[in-house]
């Protein structure tokens, strides 16, 4: 049979797409929004994506009928529903439930802002962020992205990874954030090895000019890395050897929270 006029072809077509790749393609359109932008019309979803207009405003209908979009205007925006469906993600909610008594404690201590990510794929995702009032403006946001190398995070976590997961962002891209972006493998290879002596690694304004934080893992139950906790800061005005050993302590204790034994992360 014929291609729709969308571009889908009728399911008896030995071409046509399973329902895996509508999937992709309602994903596609979801992750094509930014955080930085209220709404976004269906035809800039469209040159975003790369896909046929008929189908973004297609899926975009279906999206808005569902909850997942809103309307705005003439434009769409995203809806409450995914948020009230993101807040239901069990490691989510159990690592940030546990984590933020002592995130709200690592504030009041050092008046800076805490973060805690968790690592999916190459880049690092931020759970929960407790913002410091006068600190620098970040580029990390709930919900948000940055690549794990260029983070303090993102380090932490992958000193503690399995080797196959540390190969795999070691071979892949490795973007530059700022000029002091560490993107030599074998560097960032020798990085890695010193955080994992150590327990806390370090951004010296790796992913922003201006901004250093200091970072540590938190191991769960089975020797696993869940994520890490970080501390951020102007570069002029906190000093990361003051700091760490707050932040260490902090996710030590959760880690014990988590059910890890042992007084130390794996060395």
Known sequence: MAATTD???????????????????VMTVLGAFRAEENAVGAAELARRTGLPKSTVHRIVQSLVEEGMLERH????????????????????????????????????ATRQTIHLAVLE??????????????????????????????????????????????????EGELPRLSERSNVAPGLLAKELAAIRRAGVAYDHEESGLGVVCAASPVIGLDGEVLGALSISGWSNRMRL???????????????????????DPPR
């Open 7 to 25: 571009g889908l072809r009728t399911p008896d077509d030995p071409r046509v797409p399973t329902e895996d790749t509508y999937l992709h393609r």
């Open 73 to 108: 205007g003439s434009e769409v925006r995203l809806g409450l529903r995914l948020f009230e469906i993101g807040q239901r993600v069990p490691r989510q909610r159990a690592l940030r439930d546990a984590a933020r008594p002592y995130m709200s404690d690592l504030r009041e």
């Open 121 to 170: 794929g190459s880049e690092v995702v931020y759970v929960d962020i407790l913002v410091s009032p006068g600190g620098p403006s970040l580029p990390s946001r709930v919900g948000g992205r940055l690549p794990a190398h260029a983070t303090g995070v993102g380090k932490a976590i992958l000193a503690f990874s399995p080797q196959e997961t540390v190969r795999a962002v070691l």
């Open 241 to 263: 050897d003051q700091v760490s050993p707050a932040v260490h302590t902090a996710a030590l204790a959760l880690s014990r929270t988590l059910g890890h034994r042992d007084a």
